[in-house]
């Protein structure tokens, strides 16, 4: 990976850090690839990993590339990415950019116009049955919850918001810790999550985001009740900047419980007022109105 | 009830990423997230989807795991590159690339660009940018460093 291509500007800060970098490298050794390094802080094992993790632990460049790669967006799913993926499991190409209702008018039509005529086209189907979804998707029963859930997006706390609520003492503090709990939420590592974000609750019995994200966390492993206890918590510390995530992910978690008229409840909290779960609430109380 | 192809457009882009961090290249996670994508296809029936996207995440870790195991690039690192413990006496730095003006993508860029001294292609085809584009955010890093630098000599 050894680089030749440095301009002449870059050489001279290349010249200009070098007593830095070989400071840092007779410190900690030399770094390990940043492909490794990810791999091996987002809980992959592989022969190498724990010398990479020991690394990490004493190289704060290593530590803070993690933590920005950890959070850098990578670019989503191209055309021609998506295109690849959907022809794994049988899709035709080209016919991901059908949608089921540039299909479906034209054969509502065509079989309307067939019953009319009294034509027994009816015994074959209107629509090519490939052509009404994208992808094949295989009969499912009916999940036991309608409530989508998807991970919960990370609000850490303002300074200001935490001296006012009289912890000014342990604001820097709180903070720092409860980043670094967050780290395997951020990694999509619930059970990990979940270990570290616990004992951070507890420390800190006034704050409410530790409980909720531990609450998030449980949700994603599907144990639900012990989700809801953590959400019920993170309200009864007063809900800090999560206050509406709080109501979402509760309604969410009491669904899946079974508890639908107090998800019911929830959901319609969020509905009748402004908000970023608005759409989403007043969506999912007609399912479980349904339901 | 969720059918596939809503579930695959929700969780796509989430399962790629999680594939980057994992494996580092991709065409790689490309792989690797089609295949998950594809179990779960095949086991639609059998799983809850309220398991996910963390289901889809795991067979993504394991995928991983056999991915290095197949390369053996971890051996490389052990044998090149093994981390020597630290050394009392040499304090490891920590203010290198640190900027307030700096956000995450610079530091990255500088990181892999004069401390793991990739070339300019390579940072561009991990981080999904441009060549222009890493440049840009190089030439800038490097301005706003050099001018803290200078500002550091002058107060000594």
Redesign the interface.
């Known amino acids: 990976m050894s680089s030749g291509d440095f301009t002449r500007d870059e050489t001279e800060f290349r010249q200009e850090i070098e007593a830095a970098v070989q400071t840092h490298r007779a410190a900690v050794g030399p770094c390990p690839r940043p492909d490794l390094l990810m791999a091996a802080s987002s809980g992959v094992t592989f022969e190498g990993s724990g010398d990479v993790l020991r690394h990490l632990a004493v190289c704060p460049l290593c530590e803070q590339l993690s933590r920005d790669l950890a959070e850098y967006e990578f670019p989503p799913v191209s055309e021609a990415e998506d295109r690849r993926m959907r022809a794994r499991w049988g899709a035709a190409p080209g016919r991901t950019t059908r949608s089921w209702w540039n299909w479906r008018i034209p054969a509502v039509t065509a079989a309307a116009a067939a019953l009319l005529a009294g034509v027994v086209f009816l015994r074959r189907p209107a629509v090519p049955p490939e052509a009404i979804s994208p992808l094949p998707s295989p009969a499912k029963p009916a999940p036991a919850f309608v409530l989508t859930l998807t991970k919960a997006p990370i609000r850490i706390p303002a300074a200001a918001v935490l001296t006012f609520r009289g912890d000014a003492d342990d604001s820097k503090a709180y903070l720092a810790d409860f980043a670094a709990a967050l780290e395997p939420y951020r990694k999509d590592d619930y059970a990990e999550a979940a270990s570290v974000l616990e004992p951070v609750t507890r420390k800190y019995p006034k704050t409410a985001e530790p409980e909720f994200y531990l609450g998030v966390s449980l949700l994603l492993m599907s144990q639900n009740d012990a989700a809801v206890t953590s959400l019920l918590e993170a309200r009864r510390r007063g809900g800090g900047v999560v206050t509406d995530d709080i109501s979402w992910y509760l309604a969410v978690a009491l669904a899946r419980s079974g508890k639908i008229a107090d998800a019911r409840a929830e959901a319609e909290h969020l509905c009748a007022r402004a908000g970023d779960y608005k759409t989403q609430a007043c969506a999912a109380l007609g399912q479980l109105k349904a339901k | 009830?969720?059918?596939?192809?809503a579930v695959?457009k929700?969780h796509?882009?989430?399962v790629?990423?999680?594939a980057?961090?994992?494996?580092?290249?991709r065409e790689i996670a490309?792989e690797i997230?089609?295949?998950a994508?594809?179990q779960l296809?095949q086991n639609?029936?059998a799983i809850?989807?309220?398991?996910?996207?963390?289901w889809l995440?795991t067979v993504v870790?394991n995928r991983?795991?056999d991915y290095?195991?197949r390369t053996g690039?971890?051996?490389r690192?052990?044998t090149e590159?093994?981390?020597?413990?630290?050394?009392p006496r040499?304090?490891?730095?920590?203010g290198?690339?640190e900027n307030k003006a700096l956000k995450?993508?610079h530091?990255?860029c500088l990181?892999?660009?004069?401390?793991?001294?990739?070339?300019?292609a390579?940072i561009a085809a991990?981080?999904?940018l441009s060549e222009m584009q890493v440049k840009g955010h190089?030439?800038y890093s490097?301005g706003l460093?050099?001018k803290q630098?200078t500002m550091g000599q002058t107060n000594e």
């Open positions: 009830m969720q059918g596939f192809e695959y929700q796509r882009d989430a790629l990423r999680f980057m961090r994992c494996v580092g290249r490309e997230t089609a295949d994508f594809l296809h639609w029936e809850d989807t309220g398991r996910l996207p963390a995440l870790k991983a795991t290095w195991r690039l971890e051996k690192y052990e590159a093994r981390p020597s413990p630290p050394r040499d304090e490891p730095m920590t290198l690339f995450p993508v530091r990255i990181t892999l660009r004069y401390l793991q001294e990739m070339t300019v390579e991990y981080l999904g190089l030439q490097r460093l050099r630098l």
